[in-house]
């Protein structure tokens, strides 16, 4: 199947045709880690193949195979960065009613969000994409430091 790649923001988030603000947290096996652009807090990322890939279905072994270690490692590193009381692990990429190029939102709940939106599950992220607050740019920057080293921190006891 062929698949166009114009105008994916993922990609450009790749490429670096657009911004990315905090940097490439981690690549692995096909994957990389990103803070995500939406407005859904500080401390979420997403976790995306490099390649185009508009469907789980049309992941290959080796994306599979590695995809839950690092879903698993990415939801640590937010757990240790952030201290939330659940981490969310979802996929939409359906933006508009069109596939888009799969992208996992893994994304630390605390408290205070719940209460201020009182809120929780796919509520919640409907309340956090209406108000559309975005992060500042300097905290996803030192957030992403400190995911960094909350990878780095893993790789030395596996
Ligand atoms: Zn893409």
Partial sequence: MTVSTDSCLSCDLISGARPLPGGRIRESSGWVVEHCVGPLGVGTVVVKPLRHVVHVADLDEAESAALGPLLRRTAAAV?????????????????????????????????????????????LQTAMFRAGEFPDEYEVEEVCMRLRDAFTGGDRIE
């Fill in 79 to 123: 757990t240790e960065v952030v201290r939330p009381e659940q981490v969310y692990v979802c996929l939409w990429s359906h933006a508009g009613g069109v596939p888009g190029h799969i992208h996992f939102v893994v994304q630390p709940i605390i408290k205070a969000d719940m209460t201020r939106f009182n809120a929780g599950g796919p509520e």
